[in-house]
Structures are given as C-alpha cells and as structure tokens.
C-alpha cells in the first residue's frame, strides 16, 4: 500500500509561484511514474505534468514553461514548482503515484 502526503498549496496573486510536494510512503512504488493533476470546480481532473523514474518530464501545453516537475527518489518525494500562476491555475492539485494511487489533495487560488 502507498500513502501520499500533498503539501504547499495555498493562495497566490497572479504571476506569483508556489512550490507543491508530495511524500509517499509505503512499499513496491519507488520506480513508478509520478504526476501531478488538477481539478478545477466544474471540471473534470486533468494531468499537469508526470515524471518517470529516470526523469523524463511530460507536461500539459497549459503549464509548459511556467511549472517544473521534479523527485528526489531518495525521499520518496515529488515537487511541483509553480510559477507565473494564472487565475485559470487554480484547482485542486492532486499527486499520483501509478497506477493508481492518489494523495488527498491541495487548493490552489490565484487571486488578487
């Protein structure tokens, strides 16, 4: 079983930066794939960005040039640095360790 802690959401004015983590615990997940998704109000979850275990990124057009995944496979640990928000950002931030296990979830609000 995998355990997924969220943690670094909160609010921040637009072209602002925020910086997501995500500590996994547990056992038989360490050289899985990571990402990151969000669900905005209305809207169905989307990926964000997904890393593997050697590091190769993908990333939603959205977000690409502005957020920066990262893992410190070490720490069991995933980021998500996030810069120049835009009020379109805000969502709940979800991480996923794959298959299939999710964390429990961050708010994002880009806001003036």
């Known amino acids: 079983q995998v355990q997924l802690v969220e943690s670094g959401g909160g609010l921040v004015q637009p072209g602002g930066s925020l910086r997501l983590s995500c500590a996994a615990s547990?056992?038989?997940?360490?050289?899985?794939?990571m990402g990151w998704y969000r669900q905005a109000p209305g809207k169905q979850r989307e990926l964000v960005a997904s890393i593997t275990w050697i590091g190769t990124t993908n990333y939603a057009d959205s977000v690409k040039g502005r957020f920066i995944i990262s893992r410190n496979n070490a720490k069991n640990t995933a980021y998500l640095q996030m810069n120049t928000l835009k009020p379109e950002d805000t969502a709940v931030y979800y991480c996923r360790v794959f298959p299939n296990y999710w964390g429990q979830g961050t708010q994002v609000t880009v806001s003036s």
């Open positions: 547990g056992s038989g997940f360490s050289v899985n794939d």
